[in-house]
Structure formats: C-alpha cells, structure tokens
C-alpha cells in the first residue's frame, strides 16, 4: 500500500490550494478514504472522508463550507479542494485508508477516525 500526497506549500489568509493523494497498492474504490492534519505540537485531526463512491462525504466543522473531498477511482486519486484557508490551517496533511475495504465508515464519525495506513503527508502552511 503507498498513499503519496502532494500539492501543499505556503498561501495567503484567504488563498486556496488543492491537495492530491495518489493511491497504488490495493484496489482504491474498494476503500473509504479520509484526510486528516496535524500541526505543529498538535495531535492528529481528522479532517474529512469520502465513501468509496465519492457520493457520501463528511466533514470536520471548522472546514465545512471551505473544503471539499473528492475521488477519481478511475486515476486512485483522492482530492482536498481547500478554499478560504486560515492560519489555522497550518498543518501537515495526509490522506488515509480505511482500515477495512467496502462501507466501513458508513457516516460513523468515531469510525471515520481510524484507519490502517497514511501517507507522509504534504505541508500546508497559511500565512500573510
């Protein structure tokens, strides 16, 4: 399994970036799929997830309205479409993988919290 994200770097207050995660390894639209950040001294936040359909998705509260989730199963590719970022944004983001295939998270909130692997993650850093 290897999830490798990219698209991160340094935006203004305001600004907008879009975030991708490049799956191999296993059959991506088998499989439920979050983002999740953590930022300096911090513990990891769970930030958004998308069923495997890309039909159902969820987000953190803080994020809703700004960031969007999507996938193309066609490419094993998952999306983190951030807008009106924040300084408190800031933070190392990284994509995971459900720890079970099929509809494991199924709008369960503690569940969207676990997952068996994650990438490196790609820096977000928002600042003036």
């Known amino acids: 399994v290897q999830l490798v994200e990219s698209g991160g770097g340094m935006v203004q207050p305001g600004g907008s970036l879009r975030l991708s995660c490049a799956a191999s390894g296993f059959t991506f639209s088998n499989y439920d799929m979050s983002w999740v950040r953590q930022a300096p001294g911090k513990g990891p936040e769970w930030v958004s997830s998308?069923?495997?359909?890309?039909?159902?998705?969820y987000y953190e509260p803080s994020v809703k309205g700004r960031f969007t989730i999507s996938r193309d199963n066609a490419k094993n590719t998952l999306y983190l479409q951030m807008g009106s970022l924040k300084p408190e944004d800031t933070a190392l983001y990284y994509c995971a993988r459900a720890p079970f295939s099929g509809s494991y998270y199924n709008g369960d909130r503690i569940r969207m919290r676990e997952y068996d692997y994650r990438g490196q993650g790609t820096q977000v850093t928002v600042s003036s």
């Open positions: 998308i069923n495997t359909g890309g039909d159902s998705t």
